[in-house]
């Protein structure tokens, strides 16, 4: 596709540089990174509703957004991923911490210390 071709909203999510991932990258392989990388800022735009889609390959990718149909391309597999990983990391820090453990006011045994 030609630049001349893309309406100006979407340029300006296109050229937008660094994408911010919200989540650890560990898990991506380095396609999903470098797609993400490149197209992040643009599929999040779209995602949200800032952009209009204008052609069905963006129609698609919504609809994978909003789980209706399952990914097919790089970038919409690498949004589910995306998307997953940003949710288990929010859940993760959003867990209570573990209850302490009770000890009811006891003073350990110290079999060191003890005579018998």
Request: a negative charge.
């Given at each position: 596709?030609?630049?001349?071709?893309?309406?100006?909203?979407?340029?300006?999510y296109?050229?937008?540089?660094?994408f911010a991932?919200?989540?650890?990258?560990?898990i991506?392989?380095a396609e999903e990174l470098?797609?993400?990388?490149?197209?992040?800022?643009?599929?999040?735009?779209?995602a949200?509703?800032?952009?209009?889609?204008v052609s069905p390959?963006q129609?698609q990718?919504?609809?994978?957004?909003?789980?209706?149909s399952?990914?097919?391309?790089?970038?919409?597999?690498?949004?589910?991923?995306l998307?997953?990983?940003?949710?288990?990391?929010?859940e993760?820090n959003l867990a209570?911490p573990?209850?302490?453990k009770?000890?009811?006011g006891?003073?350990?045994?110290d079999a060191?210390?003890c005579?018998?």
């Amino acid at each position: 596709m030609n630049t001349s071709d893309i309406p100006a909203d979407h340029l300006i999510y296109l050229r937008r540089r660094p994408f911010a991932f919200g989540c650890s990258t560990a898990i991506f392989p380095a396609e999903e990174l470098e797609a993400l990388s490149e197209y992040g800022n643009w599929l999040e735009a779209l995602a949200s509703g800032s952009i209009r889609p204008v052609s069905p390959e963006q129609d698609q990718f919504l609809k994978v957004d909003r789980e209706e149909s399952e990914p097919s391309t790089v970038c919409e597999r690498a949004w589910v991923r995306l998307k997953g990983r940003r949710e288990y990391e929010t859940e993760e820090n959003l867990a209570p911490p573990p209850e302490p453990k009770k000890d009811y006011g006891m003073v350990e045994f110290d079999a060191d210390r003890c005579w018998w």
